[in-house]
């Protein structure tokens, strides 16, 4: 799909470098055309690449969603590889071919220091050595000098090769120029819940290294099946929007191997990102515990090197999205128009019926009576005037439809989402919930819930992991429905919660076939649809519901327990005045009789048989009894064990064994095979 955008600039105002262009008979403007690469290009923060930080975050971010997209589009459990290996300005120059050469003019350079500047540094770093050399000559503690780095200079810049490796679907050999190489082109268009923002995927990252590097993008694809593995190196035809191809040809494929493999060299900056791409990696392992993840990062210097491998914790996938229809209250002129010119039904009817949900032909035949004289059933929809189109566009605007149902998305799933939470964060509790289809604005949507407690690397009070069509949102947290749900309107202390003591990790995944992102970046929902709000809040709710269960059971079983240890301390006293009362009754000449078995017992006291340390000794083996009772009880209700535990995976006896039928729940997942 090819497109322009099209600037009115004014001849009284030039601007600099404007394209030549036919002026007007006034001759008081010029019309420029610019293809949607350009425009991306001259825009790049709308995709997310903001600075060269950013830009090496979302080019890992748009790659990883390509894998799993591909993958899970063959229901193959993804297995993705993510290496980011940085690029010295030395090596790649020797990769451009590009000459090092010495500074002759250091002035010139924006990191030069003049002599009285250097002379005001070294004076400072001296006094300051001065002064940890006392520090240390008395015995205190002082922080180490930071080695002196100098200023960086712009042109200093960081360049990385960022490579990822899938087992997905891959590209057809004819199809990659296209795919990767001109922007707005692609197969995720279309109605249905999917990863991409813009559809733009690797094709943005490929526009932001040639803005940056001048390299083209390398690729490794096949088919499932394929005899060849397709390499293409191309790069973009920024103002035409079309690829430049260098190379495109076949090789030998003995192992056959399916998926994709996609090299892009770019300027980055790791040390201000590396926080958000690891954050990211492991949100992702979160929402997809399916998946299988090996990030490695190669330094500069090998003691910076960096390898992290996010296991599959299970293999159970949720089911791909399917695409839906429009719903009638969420279409528009321009779309209503399209629908018509791209339909192949005859009459109205059957246009009615086939390219919208939630109307049947009884339906469309109320709404063409309603429409007027002038439509009927039968009349051909390419017939239908520009005023029609408008009245069947305020119709379906005022009257009343069923609301679509949520079997085109496809949710993580409570029992993915609760395995992903546990696998990552290892909580001591957890509760999860999935909330029914609702609608907003005549599209679907599903919220999901995870509430942990506890865990590693968690940081006391909230901890807000958040999720749009299973895909993680990092920032612009502040004013997100979930944040300000979860800061503002849930009451923790009615849930038993500490609110900023607890480690509390709040996990919301959102999935639709429209999310309300809101700004330029679409890095977050906003508060503003009544609908989704309440949706977010219930089901964060429904997950405090069960841990408040949990943790007051929890108490009560701590309580008792408790109780029950408490009395050891009373064991010595209770046991003398016990052994006092019996003696003095032994030694009674006429001691009353209590039964034949109370007998027994004082006649052993009486013959020493039963002494003080006796009692002592068996009221510590009852008490000891109970607390062994009291400590399995409150092992089972909280689900933890004192003693040391080894985890075992319970894995299907044969992976490519089919089973008949699965039932899901939100802690397992129960597979019933038949015997052949």
Known sequence: MDGTVTDRVSAEQPRKGKAKGSKGASGESTLKQKSPAEFFSENKNIAGFDNPGKSLYTTVRELVENALD?????????VIEVTIEEISKTKFNSMIGLIDRERVDAALYDDYESA?????????????????????????????????????????????????????????????PNMLGRVLSGTKYGLKQTRGKFGLGAKMALIWAKMSTGLPI???AATNGQSFISHCVLDIDIHKNIPHVHVHEKNDNPVKWHGAEIQVTIEGNWTTYRSKIISYMRQMAVITPYSEFLFSYIADTPDKNMTIRFARRTDVMPPAPVETKYHPSAVDLLLIKRLIAETSKQNLLQFLQHEFVCIGKSYAERLIDEMGSEFSPKMPVKSLTDQQIVRIHQLFRQARFDEPSGECLSPAG?????????KELHPDMVATYQGSPQVFEGHPFIVEAGVSLGGKDVKPGLNIFRFANRIPLLFEQGGDVVTRTAMKRI??????IKENQDKIGVFVSIVSTKIPFKGTGKEYIG??????SSAVKS?????????KFKIVRQQAARDKQERKRNLTKYIPDASRAIHEVLLAISDSRKRQRYGEEYDKIID????HEITEGTLRQKLSQHVDQMDIEMALEYATQTGMAEAVRETIYLRTVDEKRSFEIEFHTPVCILRLFSEH
């Open 218 to 220: 390398d690729i490794l």
């Open 539 to 547: 089901a964060i709710q429904q997950c405090c519901n069960q841990l």
């Open 491 to 496: 009451n923790w202390n009615n849930y038993k």
């Open 527 to 532: 508060d503003d649809i009544d609908e989704i």
């Open 604 to 607: 052993k006291v009486a013959l």
């Open 70 to 78: 591909s993958a899970e589009s063959i229901a193959d459990l993804p």
């Open 116 to 176: 009285k500047a250097r002379e005001k540094r070294l004076a400072k770093e001296a006094k300051e050595q001065e002064r940890q050399a006392k520090n240390m000559a008395s015995g205190k503690k002082s922080k180490e000098l930071a080695a002196n780095k100098g200023a960086k200079g712009r042109g200093e810049s960081s360049f990385f090769k960022v490579t990822c490796k899938d087992n997905g679907r891959g590209m057809p050999h004819d199809d990659i």
């Open 414 to 422: 409570e029992y993915n989402l609760r395995l992903g939470i546990m």
